[in-house]
């Protein structure tokens, strides 16, 4: 069992950044999870937004984030960071973190996922 917290959302204007954070308790090893992050705005499904492997030895980013989203985890603190920058209003959702067993590939797929946290909004203004 993996309980998952996510923080560090806000308002904040575009071209500004923000860092969101995942902290995750439980009983299993942080380590042996895919941690995700996944978003959604109103009116629209849930979307991948970029993930990271077990050791954070590779990431996956969605291309309407790359080159302005970047992941990281410290399995020490049982914590995973995604540091948003050059933020526009359509990145404007709630962000949720999401943690995955069974395998080290990094899926886009909501179903695949086994804990979830309860989201942190970001609001982006023009």
């Known amino acids: 069992q993996v309980q998952l917290v996510e923080s560090g959302g806000g308002l904040v204007q575009a071209g500004g950044s923000l860092r969101l954070s995942c902290a995750s308790s439980?009983?299993?090893?942080?380590?042996?999870?895919?941690i995700t992050w996944f978003r959604q705005a109103p009116g629209k499904e849930r979307e991948f937004v970029v993930g990271i492997s077990w050791r954070g030895g590779s990431t996956r980013v969605a291309d309407s984030v790359r080159g302005r989203f970047t992941i990281s985890r410290d399995n020490a603190k049982n914590t995973v960071y995604l540091q948003m920058n050059s933020l526009k209003p359509s990145d404007t959702a709630a962000y949720y973190c999401?943690?995955?067993?069974?395998?080290?590939?990094?899926?886009?797929?909501?179903?695949?996922?086994?804990?979830w946290g309860q989201g942190t909004q970001v609001t982006v203004s023009s």
């Open positions: 439980g009983r299993t090893s942080f380590s042996n999870y895919v």
């Open positions: 999401a943690a995955k067993s069974g395998g080290a590939t990094i899926s886009a797929n909501v179903r695949l996922y086994d804990y």
